[in-house]
């Protein structure tokens, strides 16, 4: 399993102190999230994070956008150093012209499904995602209630996956992430946990450690 601290719970005039220490207590994948105040409403930092994060952590960066019609800054986000850019369903009509595009800029590409969209939805891109990211909140704050029913989208997409082939993405998970829901999203087949407030919410080593569930 790889856990993806969100620097949303950061301290943001410590930005790289904190994500240096996380990145040091253990991070598999540095998860940033950046919201345009439209798709959701809160706004958070801009593309330059993902450049001013790289400088100073070789911790790969998954990045989240919550930007209603991504297409513009997907260059800006790889150029930045984005090493997977993961965009929402709901964002733009033209999720696959997306997905490629990212992937022709050179980084991987997540699939990423707010919690009233359903999985059928995105069958289309299935084939041609790294990841698929289940939000398991509604995005745009942190610290959210994980909503317990969307395990069973794990879980079916888990099914999806063992029954074809030509499926090789890994399963994220997004909100509410601390160490009594994580269990559910392993158990449901999730690869990635992303946690914010339960990371940075105490001893950073110590709280990703206990994510670790067998
Ligand atoms: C929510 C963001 C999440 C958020 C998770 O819109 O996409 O990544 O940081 O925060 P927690 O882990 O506190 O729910
Ligand atoms: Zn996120």
Do not use: W
Request: glycine letters at 10%; hydrophobic letters at 45%.
């Amino acid at each position: 399993m790889k856990i993806a601290p969100s620097i949303l719970s950061a301290d943001q005039m410590n930005m790289g102190r904190d994500v240096k220490a996380v990145s040091e207590a253990g991070a598999d994948l540095i998860h940033v999230d950046i919201m345009d105040g439209h798709f959701v409403s809160n706004i958070t930092f801009g593309m330059g994070i993902i450049k001013a994060l790289k400088a100073v952590t070789e911790t790969p960066l998954d990045v989240h956008l919550m930007i209603d019609h991504p297409e513009p800054y997907l260059p800006i986000a790889v150029e930045n150093g984005a090493d997977m850019v993961l965009i929402h369903a709901e964002a733009t009509p033209h999720i696959h012209g997306a997905i490629q595009t990212i992937h022709n800029l050179g980084a991987k590409a997540g699939v990423v499904i707010n919690p009233g969209t359903p999985v059928d939805s995105i069958i289309p891109v299935l084939s041609i995602v790294d990841q698929v990211l289940i939000m398991t909140v509604n995005p745009g704050f942190g610290g959210q209630k994980f909503i317990k029913e969307m395990t069973k989208k794990i879980t079916h997409l888990d099914q999806l996956r063992q029954t074809n082939s030509d499926y090789s993405f890994e399963i994220e998970v997004d909100g509410g992430v601390d160490d009594k829901t994580v269990g559910l999203c392993k158990d449901a087949g999730a690869d990635i946990f992303v946690a914010g407030s339960y990371v940075f919410g105490g001893n950073l080593e110590e709280r990703i450690k206990s994510l670790r569930v067998e």
